[in-house]
């Protein structure tokens, strides 16, 4: 099946540094990723959808500068968090859709633990 | 805008008893609905989708209109289904395939 891998899988950073977190189809091209953040017993939130070739689209309340998003191959996404600070602490998934699969799904990604000091 | 309500965050049920995990939405158009399951250590991944009118593990799930609602229910549940359960609600009106999630309701079957 469709298989998407997150790396790392957790990361501590010092406040004020930036974390790149990359996000892979590994048997499948995915022209749209999705990134989301989770909070501690929450749901998840979609942060921003990742088009292949073209800009990120933001959902409200999502600072664009803060969250970088490239989309620069099929197979890879990432989420560069600039600037961290203790409050981006949180756990951020990827999803990827796959449209070549027997139906239009979108597939996980393990989770990136991002722990800011 | 859209919302998905789950409206229990914990339930807890005996192996072998029937379970319902609740699920409303609010959409304006017309609602394409999941059911997304994690298990513990795991990563998230659908269970069910209402188009597909599938049975997946024992669970079915029903989407009611009038109701606005598509709960997810199993005759008899086992240990094994101890989970989180997520209900997703696709927004039919972009290109891009987002999901809405739920809060969540964390199910534990207890032996």
């Known amino acids: 099946g469709a298989v998407v891998s997150q790396h790392p899988s957790w990361v501590i950073c010092k406040s004020g540094t930036s974390v790149k977190i990359e996000c892979r189809s590994l048997?499948?091209?995915?022209?749209?990723m999705f990134w989301y953040r989770q909070f501690p017993k929450q749901s998840l939130m979609l942060m921003a959808t990742s088009n292949e070739g073209s800009k990120a689209t933001y959902e409200q309340g999502v600072e664009k500068d803060k969250f970088l998003i490239n989309h620069a191959s099929l197979t890879l996404s990432t989420l560069t968090v600039t600037s961290a600070h203790p409050e981006d602490s949180s756990f951020y998934i990827c999803?990827?859709?796959?449209?070549?699969?027997?139906?239009?799904?979108?597939?996980f990604g393990p989770g990136t633990r991002l722990t800011v000091l | 805008a859209q919302r998905v309500t789950q409206p229990e965050k914990l339930l807890s049920v005996f192996k072998g008893a029937p379970v319902e995990l609740k699920c409303n939405y609010s959409y304006s158009g017309s609602p394409e609905l999941f059911w997304y399951v994690q298990y513990s250590r795991q990563r998230l991944q659908l269970l069910l989708r209402?188009?597909s009118r599938e049975s997946i593990k024992g669970f079915t799930a029903d989407l009611n209109k009038g109701e606005t609602s598509f709960h997810l229910k199993k005759p008899f549940a086992q240990e094994e289904d101890s989970a989180m359960y997520y209900c997703a609600l696709k927004d039919s009106g972009g290109s891009n395939y987002k999901l809405t999630f739920g809060k969540g309701t964390l199910l534990t079957v207890n032996p």
């Open positions: 209402h188009i």
């Open positions: 048997d499948f091209q995915a022209t749209t």
């Open positions: 999803s990827a859709r796959d449209l070549g699969g027997r139906v239009d799904e979108q597939f």
